[in-house]
């Protein structure tokens, strides 16, 4: 099946750093999709993406859509502690029938 | 904002009883999944359902689990008999299947098997 590498798996970073993580697979993306969870909740969707080239932000948060439909890359300016959580990216894949392909998760740690 | 909701949050059993978690999902939305989550596997998904039909159950357990929606409102997810290895969070999550709208989760219900 379609596998999602999902890179780092964790970061350790200081109040106020920017933040970059991605996500790749040899199979295309119809969406991209990032998720946050927090400890004992679900993940919670925090941006989607359905063109390739598309670039979308939510607050400190940026997302792109790779031209190629194989990646996508989060990114989060300015840490806060709040940002402490598992970022995960998920996509559709052609033919996926509405299943989310999910990656492993990046464990996200802020300094204060 | 509109949640999906699971209950319970938690359930700690002994091996062997039957354990039913329990969804609701968004109101209007018609697919709804059922996922564990472990340390080891990450986010598995184990069913799905669109408009209330079974569509993919092929990552669940078969002699042990089942899942059903009974009506819009209301999926299910059962295991009988629980063992210590399905141990993990569950989540539900529910979407509108017209151009691969998000997923919502629900906040889960974390389940231990003693």
């Known amino acids: 099946g379609q596998q999602l590498n999902q890179s780092p798996q964790s970061m350790f970073i200081q109040e106020g750093e920017d933040v970059s993580m991605n996500c790749t697979s040899s199979s295309i993306f119809n969406t991209w999709l990032w998720y946050k969870q927090d400890p004992g909740e679900g993940p919670v969707l925090l941006i989607a993406l359905y063109k390739a080239g598309e670039l979308t932000s939510n607050g400190r948060l940026t997302a792109q859509f790779g031209i190629t439909r194989k990646d996508s890359f989060l990114n989060i300016s300015a840490s806060i502690p709040s940002d402490v959580g598992i970022y995960f990216c998920a996509g559709h894949t052609r033919g996926s029938n509405y299943k989310l392909t999910f990656g492993k998760g990046t464990l996200l740690t802020v300094n204060p | 904002d509109a949640r999906v909701t699971q209950t319970p949050r938690h359930k700690v059993t002994e091996m062997g009883q039957e354990v039913t978690m329990r969804c609701q999902p968004i109101l209007g939305h018609n697919t709804v999944f059922w996922y564990r989550q472990t340390m080891m596997q990450g986010l598995e998904l184990l069913a799905y359902?669109?408009?209330?039909?079974?569509?993919?159950d092929s990552g669940m357990p078969k002699d042990r689990f089942s899942a059903e929606m009974p009506d819009a409102t209301l999926a299910t997810l059962k295991i009988q008999p629980s063992e210590p290895r399905d141990s993990a969070v569950y989540f539900c999550?529910?979407?509108?299947?017209?151009?691969?709208?998000?997923?919502?989760f629900g906040d889960g219900t974390r389940l231990s098997i003693l």
């Open positions: 999550a529910s979407g509108l299947e017209t151009g691969y709208q998000p997923q919502h």
């Open positions: 359902f669109r408009n209330r039909a079974p569509l993919d």
